[in-house]
T-cell receptor
Framework: NAGVTQTPKFRILKIGQSMTLQCAQDMNHNYMYWYRQDPGMGLKLIYY???????DKGEVPNGYNVSRSTTEDFPLRLELAAPSQTSVYFC?????????????FGQGTRLTVV | KNEVEQSPQNLTAQEGEFITINCSYSVGISALHWLQQHPGGGIVSLFM???GKKKHGRLIATINIQEKHSSLHITASHPRDSAVYICAVPQGGSEKLVFGKGMKLTVNP
C-alpha cells in the first residue's frame, strides 16, 4: 500500500492563478480530509468527504473547492489564489474501527502565493 | 465546538529524560488521537484511545474521560523523538477531527 499520496510537494503560485492539489489513497477509506497548517497554528479543516460523491465544508472552506468522484481520489482546487492561502496543505484519510480508528496523512504540499 | 489545548507549547529535554505532554479538551468525546509531526513535516498517527492507557514502545498515552484530559509520556527520551506532538479529538459526534496546536519537543543528546 502506498497510503496517502499527495502531489505536488511544493508550489509557488501568482495571485489569481489556479491549481489543483491531488490526493489519492489506496486503503479503501471512506473518510478523507483536507487540512491547512499555518505557522504556529493547529491543522484547520478545509473540506472533508465521507464517501464517493459526498463532500462537505469544514472550518475554512472559502477559496477552495473539492470533488470526490471515486473512493481513492480527493482533489482540492484553488480557483483564484490569494496570499492568505500560503500554507502547508495536508490530505488525510481515516481508517475506522471499533477499537482502532487511525488517521493517515499525506506528506503535505507547501504552497506559496506571491 | 471542541476546543483543544496542549501544554507546554515547547519543551527542550536532555536525552534520557521522562517527558509528559498534556492535552485538554472542552467537550466530551469518544476517542482521542495522538499524532507526531516530524521535522520534515510528515504526520503519523501514534495512538487512538478511548479509555485508560495504551503503550507502544517508549510511548505511553493515558486518557481521563471525566476530566477531559490526556497525556502522552515518553520514557528514556532520545534525540529522534524530537518532533511536534499533536492531539486531536472528534468534533461533536462526527469524524471531523479538531487539532491542538501541537507541542514542539526537542531532545538534546
Amino acid at each position: 500500500n502506498a497510503g496517502v499520496t499527495q502531489t505536488p510537494k511544493f508550489r509557488i503560485l501568482k495571485i489569481g492563478q489556479s491549481m489543483t492539489l491531488q490526493c489519492a489513497q489506496d486503503m479503501n477509506h471512506n473518510y478523507m480530509y483536507w487540512y491547512r497548517q499555518d505557522p504556529g497554528m493547529g491543522l484547520k479543516l478545509i473540506y472533508y468527504s465521507v464517501g464517493a460523491g459526498i463532500t462537505d465544508k469544514g472550518e475554512v472552506p472559502n477559496g477552495y473547492n473539492v470533488s470526490r468522484s471515486t473512493t481513492e481520489d480527493f482533489p482540492l482546487r484553488l480557483e483564484l489564489a490569494a496570499p492568505s492561502q500560503t500554507s502547508v496543505y495536508f490530505c488525510a484519510s481515516l481508517r475506522q474501527g471499533l477499537m482502532n480508528t487511525e488517521a493517515f496523512f499525506g506528506q503535505g504540499t507547501r504552497l506559496t502565493v506571491v | 465546538k471542541n476546543e483543544v489545548e496542549q501544554s507546554p507549547q515547547n519543551l527542550t529535554a536532555q536525552e534520557g529524560e521522562f517527558i509528559t505532554i498534556n492535552c485538554s479538551y472542552s467537550v466530551g468525546i469518544s476517542a482521542l488521537h495522538w499524532l507526531q509531526q516530524h521535522p520534515g513535516g510528515g504526520i503519523v498517527s501514534l495512538f487512538m484511545l478511548s479509555s485508560g492507557k495504551k503503550k507502544h514502545g517508549r510511548l505511553i498515552a493515558t486518557i481521563n474521560i471525566q476530566e477531559k484530559h490526556s497525556s502522552l509520556h515518553i520514557t528514556a527520551s532520545h534525540p529522534r523523538d524530537s518532533a511536534v506532538y499533536i492531539c486531536a479529538v472528534p468534533q461533536g459526534g462526527s469524524e471531523k477531527l479538531v487539532f491542538g496546536k501541537g507541542m514542539k519537543l526537542t531532545v538534546n543528546p
